[in-house]
């Protein structure tokens, strides 16, 4: 009796251990569907705003299309006799930067909403494959342990590739995300080497090295009494704790030129490994944690990792959003040039036709020189030429409505200003 009760304890102990795991992995799935649910409402939200900047400055570069080529075409169609040539080379010198930045500015209005709509869609794909590759590269662990078992470089080189897998999987790019074995020097001049260094936005870092213990989980799992398991697994609590106290000494959060926060990420890439070691040893985790080593698993890690995608992604939106601004200054900016510019050969074409009517009314007018030549074409036989009839011109060049145009931009810089 005393046997089965024991063994009911034992039953109930592991079960209480089961329900806590699995209310672990339900609470990281629900953070994971919350941090799901929030990425996409930002997504959208920047989605809507890049729409929204996108049907505003199209609107803006067909209206100013339309008036640019109406004010064109009735100043060349008017003056054509005198400004035909000069006129058509500076219009379209004026107008040729405006049509080239319009539409680089409208390739990346495209690029940055495709980008948003095709991060947007494959993060929730993402998330509900980390249990599935967890769970796969845990089996993947497990298959090699024959063969890294007692090879302390072998197995260090396959947790290294296991890690950087993760990182892969999680979005991340070597070079501009990560670095691996960046070296760095302590306040000695020691040269210092982690594993990995995450690289965050606002040139931060995260640290990242992994730790295999291999040789006491497998005398664990192979174990045919319940005593040599025990005994193994109290090893390999013990094996971890010196790889946790081992990585606290090499101090990497305080390497010069190293901007991390106070603590590193352990990572273990065998998962049951992980399990089993916090399961014997309730204070593992704090016992890290303590000594700025943070234990994690593939699962565990990997949400940290996707936020630090997500945060680079983020990052990219702002500075494209900032160039979007810039890139709307500049265009903002050459409209005024060009308007300026048009209000100038408005002017110009004024004061030509005054001069040309000025000079039509000395020659032909009441009191000019035609009257007063014409009494020599009957005194002289040599006169057989005919003097043309001379009008003044009178169109309309519209003179107020470039200066409204050329003045609207220069009003809104100083409202700005």
């Known amino acids: 009796m005393r046997s089965l009760r024991e063994r009911l304890d034992e039953a109930r102990d592991a079960v209480s251990d089961k329900s806590l795991e699995l209310a672990n992995t339900q609470n990281r799935v629900n953070e994971l569907d919350r941090q799901l649910t929030r990425l996409q409402a930002e997504h959208e939200e920047k989605r809507a705003a890049f729409e929204t900047l996108k049907q505003s400055f199209e609107q803006s570069r067909e209206q100013l299309k339309t008036e640019f080529q109406n004010l064109a075409n009735k100043v060349l169609e008017e003056k054509g006799r005198l400004f035909a040539q000069s006129s058509t080379s500076s219009l379209d010198a004026m107008l040729k930067p405006f049509r080239e930045q319009i539409s680089a500015f409208q390739q990346r209005i495209n690029q940055v909403h495709d980008e948003a709509v095709k991060g947007n869609a494959s993060l929730g794909t993402e998330i509900k494959q980390v249990l599935e590759v967890g769970l796969r590269m845990s089996a993947e662990a497990n298959n090699l342990t024959l063969a890294l078992k007692g090879d302390k470089k072998t197995t260090g080189n396959w947790g290294e590739i296991q890690l950087e897998k993760t990182l892969e999987l999680a979005g991340l790019v070597k070079g501009d995300h990560y670095e691996a074995q960046p070296r760095f020097k302590d306040g000695e001049g020691q040269n ?11 040139e931060k870092h995260m640290v990242i090295d992994s730790k295999v213990s291999l040789v006491d989980y497998d005398r664990a799992l192979s174990a045919e009494t319940e005593a040599e398991q025990n005994t193994a697994l109290q090893a390999h609590v013990k094996a971890v704790k010196q790889h946790i106290d081992d990585l606290s000494k090499k101090d990497y959060t305080n390497l010069i030129g190293m901007r991390s926060p106070s603590f590193v990420l352990m990572f273990m890439p065998i998962e049951s490994a992980y399990i089993e070691a916090l399961k014997n040893n309730r204070d593992l985790f704090n016992y890290g944690y ?30 494209q959003a900032q160039e979007l601004s810039d890139r709307a200054g500049e265009i903002y900016n050459q409209v005024a040039v060009v308007a300026d510019n048009l209000k100038k050969l408005g002017d110009t074409l004024g004061t030509v036709s005054n001069h040309y009517n000025r000079t039509v009314t000395s020659l032909a007018g009441r009191q000019g020189l035609y009257g007063k030549v014409n009494r020599f074409n009957e005194l002289s036989a040599k006169a057989n030429k005919t003097l043309p009839a001379i009008e003044p011109h009178h169109g309309d060049y519209q003179v107020e409505r470039l200066s409204l145009l050329a003045a609207e931009p220069d009003s809104k810089t100083d409202t700005n200003n």
């Open 192 to 202: 210092r080497q982690p594993d990995f260094v995450i690289k965050l936005p606002d």
């Open 290 to 319: 303590q000594r700025n080593v943070v234990m994690v698993s593939h699962t565990t890690l990997m949400p940290i990792l996707k936020t630090v995608a997500n945060l680079w992604m983020v990052a990219r939106s702002s500075a």
